[in-house]
């Protein structure tokens, strides 16, 4: 959004009540011709937005969205970086005067749309327009719970006692209970499970501070609103258990819009299956002895009813191979792989059995307190839970266990297909007229590397949607180019990490920092971190920054200050989230590097399952899957180098399978169309331009 938002107006609440626009009393064109108008030379996003410049591809990404709203159906669109395209689906949604349901990747986007993007893009369109916010339990703040974490005697540590102080002090002031809201709140801190609820614990309308609940407070606004805007996680939590307020929500929207659409079917499995984790459990714990202690002392020993659950979690775990490293199992037989059978088959009775004797406890005092019947209900729900993975799975699901400091099991669709199908689209005989005119629009920067989208659209159930695809406006020959170093070991080899921190430190030396280094491993992360540090630690001249030491928000903005008065520039060393999703523009942000193709993990359950799926249906997993998901990965992953009209870079992959074998034609095809570098002195000429025009400015 930012390529195209220019110099607006002040920001909104939640509603725009504004003037109408005076083309508003003109004869009724259609949505599409309405759209249309919007972004033309002189029009309203001109006269709006300083910065605003007609794009033929932001103009027909919108008019195929006013399209699908009138006529209804499914659309998906792949929008290039650059593009604008939350433009193009929030103009055609504002016009249509409809009921407009949207979902983004992260919280940190919702907050963006709903804060800046839709109230200024209202005002602008002249549309009155009443909007919400709804997140997930877990973004705010509980006062119930507060409550009882003030009376907790077993907060972790003093730095704990603060925050929960000042979590308190801001409680007075919050209108909404978002704990985004609150000045320098650390996403890790311990303290927030002591203040949020969950589906498990929250107590309903039998709290004592129901009517004062921020939770249901956002979903009166949500009911009451012509825009909601909500996250991909809560919109499959509720898919599946049918829990947030969705259920009331989604029947009465006829547009639903998902931005970072990429991630739908990776954030869907997870909710669509069965999961137990055994921090849940100690979690359950934990209430057990607080409520006991607080609510009904001497009435049942807590102490062994908690206790008991908290040893059989930690036994559960250590079964499966205690480790500070998380590793996921198989899981095809009756225990993950590596864990001996009877053993596995005790540890998960001995938990049910735990969880049976707290609820016989909690079943004594259920009518003392409404916390005492949830956590009763908890305790069977969790009992289940345990049994059900002592039983077969589900046909045509995979189960795994992700062993680390906590241990997850999981049992999974491969897809979310049938459900997309079944319960969004709703193609089968029970499907209303109403469910035939919801439009649906599905866009990302990056959806696929066929004509098709399959490496989306498959999975998701979308076989029958539209497609479309618009180009990204930037000038990628003059602005970017692409080296592959053929001297480099090879990806699997020894000495291939140290090689591509030697190649990072020479050539982020060369440019002042300015360089993101994007691993596919995590142990790939910790060795050319490592040694980028030890290699600038003497000298100072570069500050090297690896994703764990700082939160991802910190990291970002001190990677975005760049070199400055007294500070020297960066490196950034970083895998898995920060290959999507992060927007460094500018000058800051000059060389990406990645250290090997990203193929998915061969030994990942989930990747085996889903590769066994297709070789059984006479399909080459690797061609169809593997290169599919490597290709699109590595989209993302160069999607980091250039943001703006204005940006200039070079993109190095230290894997020279990208230039010798058949299938890195197919890769390379599906990078933006950069410049090649055939050569290292065509690579450092490159660096000395970039460094050349930072002098210059």
Not at 207 to 229: G, I, K
Not at 314 to 337: D, H, I, Q
Not at 357 to 369: I, N, P, Q
Request: aromatic share 6%; glycine share 8%.
């Amino acid at each position: 959004m930012t390529e195209s938002a220019g110099a607006w107006p002040g920001s909104h609440g939640a509603s725009a009540d504004v003037e109408p626009p005076p083309w508003a009393d003109a004869p009724r064109e259609g949505l599409e011709e309405r759209t249309r108008g919007v972004f033309v030379p002189g029009g309203v996003l001109a006269q709006a937005a300083e910065a605003f410049r007609p794009r033929s591809g932001q103009t027909e990404m919108a008019a195929a969205v006013a399209r699908t709203i009138e006529q209804g159906g499914a659309l998906v669109v792949e929008a290039g970086t650059g593009v604008g395209k939350t433009f193009s689906y929030l103009v055609p949604a504002l016009l249509s005067g409809e009921r407009v349901l949207m979902s983004t990747a992260t919280k940190t986007l919702q907050d963006q749309l709903f804060g800046r993007d839709l109230p200024r893009l209202a005002e602008a369109l002249g549309v009155p327009v009443r909007m919400a916010l709804l997140k997930g339990r877990g973004s705010y703040l509980c006062t119930h719970r507060l409550e009882l974490a003030r009376r907790d005697a077993a907060l972790p540590d003093r730095t704990a006692l603060r925050t929960l102080a000042k979590i308190e002090q801001w409680a007075q002031g919050t209108k909404t209970g978002d704990l985004a809201e609150m000045p320098g709140l650390d996403e890790r801190s311990p303290v927030l499970p002591l203040v949020t609820s969950t589906r498990e614990n929250c107590l309903g309308s039998q709290c004592p501070r129901f009517r004062n609940c921020h939770v249901n407070a956002a979903r009166r606004e949500a009911l009451a609103a012509d825009v909601v805007v909500i996250n991909h996680h809560l919109f499959f939590a509720d898919l599946a258990v049918r829990e947030s307020g969705m259920a009331e929500l989604l029947p009465t929207v006829r547009v639903v819009i998902f931005d970072e659409a990429h991630q739908l079917n990776e954030t869907g499995v997870q909710f669509l299956g069965r999961q137990l984790g055994t921090g849940q459990v100690l979690d359950f714990a934990r209430d057990v002895l607080a409520a006991g202690l607080q609510l009904a002392r001497g009435l049942v020993d807590w102490q062994l009813a908690a206790g008991t659950v908290e040893r059989a979690a930690r036994e559960l775990r250590l079964a499966a191979g205690g480790s500070t490293f998380s590793t996921r199992l198989r899981w095809n037989g009756e225990a993950p792989e590596g864990v001996e059978p009877q053993a596995w088959r005790d540890a998960l009775a001995a938990l049910a059995a735990a969880l049976d004797f707290a609820a016989e406890g909690l079943a004594t005092v259920v009518e003392a307190a409404p916390d005492f019947a949830r956590l009763h209900e908890r305790a069977a729900t969790l009992a289940e839970r345990v049994r059900a993975f002592a039983r077969e799975p589900q046909p045509g699901s995979v189960r795994w266990a992700d062993a680390g400091t906590q241990l997850r099991l999981v049992e999974s669709p491969l897809d979310i297909a049938e459900a997309v199908q079944r319960k969004l689209l709703k193609t089968g005989e029970e499907r209303t007229e109403a469910d035939r005119n919801r439009a649906w629009i599905f866009t990302s920067a990056t959806l696929g590397d066929d004509a098709r989208l399959s490496w989306f659209t498959e999975p998701c159930g979308l076989g029958e949607a539209e497609v479309l695809r618009v180009a990204s406006p930037f000038d990628y020959p003059s602005q970017a180019a692409v080296y592959v170093p053929r001297q480099l070991p090879r990806p699997n080899d020894a000495g291939h990490s140290a090689a591509v921190a030697a190649l990072a430190q020479r050539a982020a030396r060369r440019i002042g920092g300015r360089t993101m280094v994007l691993t596919t491993t995590l142990r790939a992360l910790r060795s050319i971190g490592e040694q980028l540090q030890m290699r600038f630690e003497d000298s100072g001249e570069l500050e090297v920054l690896v994703q764990g030491q700082w939160t991802k928000r910190r990291l970002i903005e001190r990677f975005r200050e760049g070199a400055g008065p007294g500070r020297p520039g960066c490196v950034l060393v970083a895998s898995a989230s920060f290959w999507e999703g992060v927007d460094v523009p500018g000058d800051a942000l000059q060389l990406v590097i990645i250290d090997k193709l990203p193929f998915p993990p061969p030994g990942d359950p989930l990747v085996e399952a889903r590769s066994q799926r297709l070789e059984a249906q006479g399909r080459s997993s690797f061609n169809d899957y593997s290169v599919p998901e490597a290709a699109v990965a590595l989209k993302q992953g160069a999607g980091r180098l250039i943001r703006r009209e204005t940006d200039q870079g070079v993109l190095v992959v230290c894997d020279p399978r990208l230039v010798q074998m058949g299938y890195g034609r197919r890769l390379l095809a599906a990078l933006p169309p950069m410049r090649r570098l055939n050569d290292e002195a065509a690579f450092e000429d490159a660096l000395a331009a970039l460094a050349q025009n930072d002098e210059g400015r």
